[in-house]
Nanobody
Framework: QVQLVESGGGLVQAGGSLRLSCAAS????????MAWYRQAPGMQRELVAR???????HYEDYVKGRFTISRDNAKNTVYLQMNSLRPEDTGVYYC???????????????WGRGAQVTVSS
């Protein structure tokens, strides 16, 4: 089984910064794409940023220039550095991983339990 555990959420004032981490553990062959999603109260979960195993990166427009996604493959960890935070960034941030459980068993999607980020105005 694979577990994703997020850390680093919290309460911050508008304009502040937070750094989220998500560590994958358990038995697997490799981690393919990893990503961060978020879900605001009453809203659907939405993509924030995505990074491939080879560091190809995609950001949604509303975080471009403010958020930075990165990964450390040796530590099986993905990060999200969030700067210039706005109240509308408030929500639960979820880690996503596309896991290769064996050399031939690909496309297994796992989610973390989420980390609360609250930005006050």
């Amino acid at each position: 089984q694979v577990q994703l555990v997020e850390s680093g959420g919290g309460l911050v004032q508008a304009g502040g910064s937070l750094r989220l981490s998500c560590a994958a553990s358990g038995s697997f062959y490799a981690l393919d794409a990893m990503a961060w999603y978020r879900q605001a109260p009453g809203m659907q979960r939405e993509l924030v940023a995505r990074i491939s195993r080879t560091d190809s990166i995609h950001y949604e427009d509303y975080v471009k220039g403010r958020f930075t996604i990165s990964r450390d493959n040796a530590k099986n960890t993905v990060y999200l550095q969030m700067n210039s935070l706005r109240p509308e960034d408030t929500g639960v941030y979820y880690c996503y991983a596309d896991v290769q459980r064996t050399m031939w068993d690909t496309g297994n999607i796992y989610w973390g339990r989420g980390a609360q980020v609250t930005v006050s105005s």
